[in-house]
């Protein structure tokens, strides 16, 4: 799975109180309806469909390692990363 610099930041050092929107690629429908499950489990939201499979979601930062651990997932980016 390839994580964008920020999102690594992020798994390892979370800040307190701060709120993550992340680009999630799943690599298959299954592992799409499991990225639904893990961030509604860790109380965020999938905020929006993107074009080619990804989805955007918001979570808390301390909540990243959690969706890091997600098999399936092809790649985590923030969003500010690609322009959205």
């Known amino acids: 799975m390839y994580l964008s610099h920020p999102v690594r ?7 307190d ?3 993550a929107e992340l680009r ?3 690599a298959d429908d299954d592992a799409r309806a499991a990225l639904e499950t893990r961030v509604e489990s860790l109380d965020g ?3 929006r469909e993107l074009r080619f499979g990804g989805v955007v979601v918001s979570l808390a930062e301390s909540a990243v390692s959690d969706l890091c651990e997600l098999d399936g997932i092809e790649r985590i980016e923030t969003v500010d990363t690609l322009g959205y």
């Open 9 to 15: 930041r992020m798994r390892d050092d979370p800040l």
């Open 17 to 19: 109180d701060e709120v």
């Open 24 to 26: 999630v690629e799943p």
């Open 45 to 47: 939201s999938l905020e």
